[in-house]
């Protein structure tokens, strides 16, 4: 199993950033895909996941309103669009395969993990 996030970099306050999910159309078809980021010394945090049809999108509240996470069907990667960045959405960001749709942000509920990748918003 191959999961992969990339996209991450480097943007100042209010600015946007789009990052990328990619893996084995078996993996992509399996669940739910999920972001979460994670800080040095915090746990996992949950930011937004969408179902394998791409109909249902579950948020953050800190997401709701300024993020969208997008999929064209279930072999698609998984996009998640940040727009009005601060500096609390720094973080390495984790896309997670494999969810359940009754508890979408649990990071337990989710079989795959990849690499993340990093966003900084600079102040």
């Known amino acids: 199993v191959q999961l992969q996030a990339y996209g991450g970099g480097l943007v100042q306050t209010g600015g946007s950033l789009t990052v990328s999910c990619a893996a084995s159309?078996?993996?992509?078809?399996?669940?739910?895909i999920g972001w979460f980021r994670q800080v040095p010394a915090k746990e996992r945090e949950f930011v937004a996941a969408?179902?394998?049809?791409?109909?249902?999108?579950y948020y953050a509240d800190s997401a709701k309103g300024r993020f969208i996470v997008s999929r064209s069907d279930a072999q698609s990667p998984v996009y998640l669009q940040m727009n009005s960045l601060n500096p609390e959405d720094t973080g390495v960001y984790y896309c997670?395969?494999?969810?359940?749709?009754?508890?979408?942000?649990?990071?337990?509920?989710?079989?795959?993990w990849g690499q993340g990748t990093l966003v900084t918003v600079s102040s």
């Open positions: 997670a395969a494999g969810g359940s749709q009754r508890i979408p942000g649990d990071y337990r509920s989710y079989n795959y």
């Open positions: 159309r078996r993996t992509f078809s399996s669940g739910v």
């Open positions: 969408i179902s394998a049809s791409g109909r249902s999108t």
